[in-house]
């Protein structure tokens, strides 16, 4: 193996050039785990930690080692397994999401990726809000975007869906898939270049594992039934992963994102949709529900074809799915602001009854 084939590129060796002359060796970081990472070199593969300069010298979260990273490492000497991270690499692209807390903080989710595959499933759990938000942040990630709707064997409506998802995805190509079929996964084929980079996102449960063992060609990844009803199943990924398929192209997996947060959620829906929020605004009656009303200028402009029908089931769906998402996380982060603090009380109280039992 050699750094090309890890995804090293001219633009990095000229960032390196400081650390190599102190003698760093240059690492990608393959998986993550809690305060260490796999770093892996055209050698070998090892466990690393941060530098306490690095990590003193760190304060954003996002400025830590995501999957996917470079890295300037210092092997242990006496030890073939270990090594320490100095620096983190300037990124060439990121994915990031907001981690939820009481303060929003950007956590990198992979970094330096090619393609990002913004995995859906067009089952019970199909949403389009969802597919907005991870498009704001795809868009917002330097890399190329690519949305798949999975498991079309479970439908019948996927043409219909996907004309739906193209309405929202503009430029954006939109390819579906169904990964238990074979050959069901061609359609990504353009996209899996030897020495690039691409990561799956989406919900857990929507197939991300599955397609890549099946472009892999073996089980690389462990994939679970969904026992539950609602189709929600377990995390099965439960780490972000780098592997490398047989055909050199390097591939992130992650487990699925329950909290991507939609931020600029209402601005998205607005700026896709402007000219039939301008529509809406010619109706006659001002409450029109753009039904059965006289004077509609929705069912004016679909019965002259100015308006196409999927879109306006794009838009009406985009509405009823925001506006359930923002009384959820309304309700949500207050239940969390809630917690937290009982969490903080509780451990002030048990700070004063400690001392207070020492006097
Ligand atoms: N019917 C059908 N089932 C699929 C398809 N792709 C995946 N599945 C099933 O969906 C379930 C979840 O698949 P996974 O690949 O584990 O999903 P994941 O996106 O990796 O989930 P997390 O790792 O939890 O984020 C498994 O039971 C798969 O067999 C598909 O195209 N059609
Ligand atoms: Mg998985
Ligand atoms: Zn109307």
Same mark, same amino acid.
């Given at each position: 193996m050699t750094l090309a084939d890890l995804g090293w590129t001219d633009a990095l060796a000229a960032a390196f050039a400081p650390h190599a002359a @102190? =003698?760093?060796?240059? @690492? #990608?970081?393959?998986?993550?785990?809690? =305060?260490?990472?796999?770093?892996?070199t055209p050698e070998t593969a090892r466990l690393a930690e941060c530098t306490g300069k690095f990590l003193n010298e760190t304060t954003a979260v996002a400025d830590m080692p995501a999957v996917g990273d470079w890295v300037a490492i210092e092997p242990l000497p006496g030890d073939d397994l270990r090594a320490l991270i100095h620096a983190v690499l300037p990124r060439r692209t990121k994915f990031s999401r907001k981690a939820a807390g009481l303060q929003e903080v950007e956590q990198v989710v992979a970094a330096n990726v090619d393609t990002v595959f913004l995995v859906s499933s067009l089952d019970a759990n199909f949403?389009?809000?969802?597919?907005?938000?991870?498009?704001?942040?795809?868009? %917002?990630? /330097?890399?190329?975007?690519?949305?798949?709707?999975?498991?079309?064997?479970?439908?019948?409506?996927? %043409? %219909?869906? #996907?004309? $739906?998802? $193209?309405?929202?995805?503009?430029?954006?190509?939109?390819?579906?898939?169904? @990964? &238990?079929? #074979? /050959? /069901? &996964?061609?359609?990504? %084929? @353009?996209?899996?270049?030897?020495?690039?980079? &691409?990561?799956?996102? /989406?919900?857990? =449960? &929507? =197939?991300?594992?599955?397609?890549?063992? $099946?472009l892999v060609g073996e089980e690389v990844q462990f994939t679970q039934e969904i026992r539950d009803i609602d189709g929600k199943g377990r995390h099965t990924t439960t780490q972000r992963e780098l592997l490398i398929s047989p055909d050199g192209v390097l591939i992130i997996d992650t487990p699925g994102m329950r909290e991507l947060q939609p931020w600029q959620a209402d601005e998205a829906v607005d700026d896709v949709f402007a000219d039939i929020r301008a529509l809406t605004l010619r109706c006659k009656f001002t409450d029109c529900s753009h039904t059965v009303e006289p004077g509609c200028a929705i069912a004016a402009a679909l019965a002259d074809g100015t308006l196409a029908l999927p879109r306006w089931h794009s838009y009406q769906r985009l509405q009823r799915e925001t506006a359930f998402e923002v009384r959820r996380v309304d309700r949500r982060a207050s239940q969390k602001h809630k917690t937290a603090w009982k969490k903080v009380t509780k451990q002030l109280r048990q700070r004063i009854r400690e001392k207070s039992g020492e006097e």
């Open positions: @102190a =003698g760093r060796r240059p @690492a #990608r970081v393959t998986l993550q785990l809690k =305060g260490f990472w796999e770093v892996t949403n389009l809000r969802r597919i907005e938000r991870y498009l704001a942040a795809a868009r %917002a990630s /330097g890399a190329q975007p690519v949305v798949v709707l999975n498991k079309s064997d479970l439908t019948k409506q996927a %043409a %219909a869906l #996907r004309a $739906e998802v $193209e309405v929202i995805a503009r430029d954006v190509p939109v390819v579906v898939t169904s @990964a &238990v079929r #074979r /050959g /069901g &996964v061609k359609a990504l %084929a @353009a996209w899996l270049q030897p020495h690039t980079t &691409v990561a799956f996102l /989406g919900s857990s =449960g &929507v =197939g991300k594992s599955t397609l890549i063992n $099946e």
